[in-house]
């Protein structure tokens, strides 16, 4: 079930390094990319760090909206989230977008009305916060936070919990060539206290 | 064995969002401290944005030398990476540094000198790119890699290879309070044609 997470837990989402696709709309236009670099900055005010292109239209369409969204995609979403990252949106032959072109179902994010990616396990809506420093020298995008939501049967309180009995709804991580990881394992690390371990 | 990365592939170390030892020297003084949020920006040259408070003795170390390294580590680290992110190093009681404090056994990168960690998969050493706004608004540092290292039986030819034959040398991703996330199954995405999916 899609739950709410709240805005503090929010970086949560993407702490432990999953790619991410990036979703934009600006004047009746909209574009889907995935990203594989992105990290959280600080949990409170959630904001994260997302490397776009800067020549890429979701580029574009970022900067004209002041705003995007992130949804985490799961293994069975693998070769959408390799192919959408590896063609432009800009101008298909077809005149179709990518959503329409690859017939990716979305749903609205409540707050900005983005578009989030049907069949995901976390999706979040940031407001770019403007820093054309980061974005022409590094194609480091800053957003922050303004809604979150996740599946809770692998996100809850605040924390993933991967196991044998939600492996479906697993991230993803770019190892490169549309090859990816899935964090399946946890291991447990303990506060051993000096000279004990 | 421990193999040089060429500098190209770099990034590819730090792609799928591991948690990374971040370890500084200057002046006498070392530091080690765990960073679960890093991202590269660029390939070429190979470039790495890292988040370190600034208001930790790594930052302070960082700033004053200019450089950084990294080291991955694994799951038998596990206990130490979560210990080492959990205490400063400023100003231990006993006077010692963490590393002698943990008895973590270091050797020097090739190029910077900086201390890269025993048992780990990977290393990596980073001049630092002076980004004062980046540092101060985001604690978001950016580095140049100036030389890369990584054990062959996981990463070669430019690429992870996670298989249930090298488990001890997978990477960890920090999910919160501890827990780290293991990547020890990995997906592969096609690219299909637009309609044929």
Redesign the interface.
């Known amino acids: 079930m899609r739950q709410a997470v709240a805005l503090h837990h929010a970086s949560?989402l993407v702490?432990?390094?999953?790619t991410v696709l990036v979703t934009t709309r600006h004047a009746g236009r909209r574009n889907i990319m995935a990203a594989?670099?992105?990290?959280?900055?600080?949990f409170t005010p959630p904001?994260i760090?997302v490397?776009v292109d800067k020549k890429t239209f979701t580029s574009d369409l970022l900067k004209a909206s002041d705003c995007f969204a992130l949804s985490l995609p799961v293994?069975a979403l693998?070769?959408?989230?390799?192919?959408v990252g590896?063609e432009s949106g800009r101008d298909l032959a077809?005149g179709r977008d990518k959503f329409a072109?690859?017939?990716i179902a979305t749903f609205d994010g409540p707050v900005l009305q983005l578009p989030w990616v049907d069949g995901c396990c976390a999706w979040l809506e940031l407001r770019r916060i403007a820093?054309p420093?980061?974005e022409t020298a590094?194609?480091?995008v800053?957003g922050e936070v303004v809604s979150a939501q996740a599946d809770d049967r692998v996100f809850a309180q605040?924390?993933?919990s991967?196991r044998d009995d939600n492996?479906a709804l697993?991230t993803?991580?770019?190892?490169?060539?549309?090859?990816?990881?899935?964090?399946?394992?946890?291991?447990?690390?303990?506060?051993?206290e000096?000279?004990a371990?």
């Open positions: 949560r702490n432990h390094g999953p594989a670099w992105s990290m959280p900055v600080e904001r760090a490397v293994p693998a070769d959408l989230t390799y192919r590896s077809d072109r690859h017939g820093e420093h980061s590094y194609d480091t800053f605040g924390r993933w991967f492996a697993h993803l991580h770019h190892l490169g060539g549309g090859s990816f990881a899935v964090p399946s394992r946890v291991v447990q690390g303990r506060l051993l000096a000279g371990s």
